[in-house]
């Protein structure tokens, strides 16, 4: 019986995978750490808790866990100190993979932070380009590539950059939604920023087709579509039925921010984002990055857009909650109509 573990199954890509995954068939595993926060995860999805396995967080107790593939999402986005990403990012994710069989297929959850901004007079990065991550984080992913490629080389491992992922379930883009609902609304920088994105449910359509990919590489996965600072908020906006205006806040400012948030404990916790070492990438006007080499090696190819996937991500923190419902019934933007 073919069967899949999934770290990261109570997070955001993790947790839109094992919904994907549960009509499949498959046996579904799930290391967490909190075993009663999966059980209600699944009830609030109208799912039998039954359908998935709750494993131990520690890899040392997989004893006899035999799955025939693995997706490894699960890893630290903010963190106190360089230490704290490299512990997790690092070294627990080697451990998962030491435990796993070495028939398993395993794909590896990494981020576009890894390879860094654009380089400067490129439309996008590709694998081809030197790697400069700017921040710990970014640093913590490319060290654990770098790890896989030279523990393992003769396992199955695919590893998958991602650029912005968007899309329900994901706690991390409630403040844009909030933000955006506003009628003024904040953006850094007073150049227009261009991102690479990706939908969330492109997503796990990319992570099931690097089952098939080649191994021992780093591959970017986006949408062929860049898009704006500005256009995200007004995608948001458009998403949660409001209208505003968007002031660009010069990076200056931002910077002295976080050097404010960086020295209180208390505005680290709510501004993650903010912190001196976070900020860094917030100052490059270009994170866009190019798929073509894995649409080549697998086919895979995205079918949803910014306004799609934002107006899922919105629908389902209608539906849990965190957004009020009485935004739905205000009076839609027409079409072309300034957020």
Request: proline share 8%.
């Amino acid at each position: 019986m073919e069967s899949l573990l999934v770290t990261g199954a109570t997070g955001f890509v993790g947790r839109n995978l094992v919904l994907r995954e549960i009509p499949s068939g498959m046996r579904l595993l799930a290391p967490v750490r909190d075993a009663a926060k999966l059980r209600s995860q699944l009830e609030s999805e109208g799912v039998d808790p039954a359908a998935v396995e709750a494993l131990p967080a520690d890899p040392a107790a997989w004893n006899g866990i035999r799955p025939t593939r693995a997706v490894l999402s699960a890893g630290v986005l903010f963190a106190r100190n360089r230490e704290e990403y490299f512990r997790t990012n690092i070294d627990w994710t080697l451990q998962c993979i030491e435990a796993l069989p070495d028939s398993c297929r395993i794909t590896v959850i990494s981020s576009q932070s890894a390879g860094g901004p654009t380089p400067h007079g490129i439309t996008a990065r590709s694998e081809s380009h030197a790697d400069a991550p700017l921040t710990w984080y970014g640093e913590s992913k490319l060290e654990l590539e770098r790890a896989l490629i030279k523990k393992f080389p003769e396992r199955r491992i695919a590893i998958l950059r991602p650029p912005m992922i968007l899309g329900p379930r994901d706690s991390a883009t409630l403040p844009l939604f909030k933000m955006a609902s506003g009628l003024l609304r904040t953006k850094p920088g007073l150049r227009k920023k261009q991102f690479s994105f990706l939908s969330v449910q492109d997503t796990v359509e990319a992570i099931r087709a690097s089952w098939n990919a080649p191994a021992g590489r780093p591959f970017y996965i986006a949408a062929k579509k860049t898009i704006t600072d500005t256009e995200l908020i007004a995608s948001a906006a458009k998403a949660a039925r409001t209208r505003g205006a968007t002031l660009p806040v010069p990076l200056a400012l931002v910077k002295a921010m976080s050097l404010v948030v960086d020295s209180v404990p208390s505005l680290r916790k709510a501004a993650p984002s903010l912190t001196r070492d976070r900020a860094r990438e917030i100052w490059p006007d270009r994170w866009v990055v190019d798929s073509s080499s894995f649409r080549a090696a697998t086919g895979w190819d995205c079918t949803q857009s910014l306004d799609e996937a934002l107006a899922a991500a919105h629908a389902h923190y209608v539906r849990e909650g965190s957004l009020p419902a009485s935004e739905k019934k205000t009076t839609p933007l027409a079409p072309g109509a300034p957020a």
